[in-house]
């Protein structure tokens, strides 16, 4: 599966921002997207993530209640909304796609990845 993420840029904290993740190539059934970010100069995090079909999705707490991670069907794309963003936020966003549960965070869990794409909140 490829996978190419955009829709990254620049706001305001407080402000929102949508993230896409576009999917190409056979999926499974139980295929899982996920959402990752690296800030400058830590580790790659989890976000969020989902299941292919289904809607079951699993959430960092850091971003719990803030961020949605949804599919749209048609458009074989998953998206990340991000609402009430804070300059902690700021990272370069990577979607990532693995076979099997989506309630795993580890960078080495997830086989598929797409380019990265740069979040910048400013305060």
């Known amino acids: 599966v490829q996978l190419q993420a955009s829709g990254g840029g620049l706001v305001l904290a407080g402000g929102s921002l949508r993230l896409s993740c576009a999917a190409s190539?056979?999926?499974?059934?139980?295929?899982?997207v996920g959402w990752f970010r690296q800030a400058p100069g830590k580790e790659r995090e989890f976000v969020a993530a989902r299941t292919w079909n289904g809607g079951r999705t699993y959430y960092a707490n850091s971003v719990k209640g803030r961020f949605t991670i949804s599919r749209e069907n048609a458009k074989n794309t998953v998206y990340l909304q991000m609402n009430s963003l804070k300059p902690e936020d700021t990272a370069v966003y990577y979607c990532a796609g693995r076979t099997g549960s989506p309630y795993v965070t580890g960078v080495n869990d997830y086989r598929d990845w797409g380019q990265g794409t740069l979040v910048t909140v400013s305060s």
């Open positions: 190539g056979r999926t499974f059934s139980s295929y899982a």
